[in-house]
């Protein structure tokens, strides 16, 4: 719990940085790239980016996703949770997780042309005007859906299915391991006999 508090504690300095903060996402956006990204005001990614927690199957949940509620809705978490399915940048767009998605090949431009347009604005107003946002995030229950999910989180590393993977790790290889997963034969039990 110590540790993961700590990782959190990392990324949300990116949240509470009075500048505005935007992730320019290419390729896969999963674990600790989807938490860091997440944590940003503001999120441009390729059409053709991955977004996800591949974990959630079996390892944790990954304590970013108390944020996905407030940003792609309770319907889409639970989506992405129950079946650790990664969406492209332009569904992630659609579900509002990400501000947009571009082309690759635009990618780099237009994160530049939102950086100059937000450039415009006086310092001191984009302070203000971030501060008044993260506080109407706060107002919905920010701070208790991160604090809920770093727990989940920590319950789910320690599970038996959890346990079971890291097992599979050992004895097996990562590479076993992942495909157990992604095929649905780990459960609390460990490998089902059919592995």
């Known amino acids: 719990m110590h540790w993961v508090l700590g990782e959190v504690a990392t990324w949300r300095r990116l949240w509470e940085c009075s500048k ?6 290419h390729g896969h956006c999963v674990a600790g790239g989807l938490m860091i990204a997440m944590e940003c005001d503001l999120v441009v990614a390729a059409d053709d980016a991955l977004f996800g927690q591949p974990e959630a199957r079996a ?3 990954a304590p970013d996703h108390g944020l996905w509620p407030l940003t792609a809705g ?32 635009r990618l780099a431009d237009e994160v530049h042309d939102l950086a100059s347009e937000i450039a415009k604005t006086a310092t ?17 229950g920010m701070s208790g859906m991160r604090e809920s999910a770093v727990a989940y989180d920590v319950l789910a590393q320690a599970s038996k299915v959890a346990r079971s993977f890291r097992k599979v790790v050992r004895d097996h290889g ?22």
Do not use: C, W, Y
């Open 20 to 25: 505005p903060t935007i992730a320019q996402v």
């Open 59 to 61: 390892i944790g949940l």
């Open 74 to 105: 309770i319907r889409h978490t639970k989506e992405l949770l129950f079946t650790a399915r990664l969406v492209s940048g332009a569904e992630a767009a659609h579900m509002g997780m990400i501000n947009r998605s571009v082309p690759a090949d």
């Open 124 to 140: 001191e107003m984009l302070t203000i005007q971030k501060a008044s946002a993260n506080a109407a995030a706060e107002a919905m």
């Open 174 to 195: 990562v590479k076993r391991a992942l495909e157990l997963m992604n095929d649905g034969l780990l459960d609390s039990d460990g490998p089902q006999a059919s592995a």
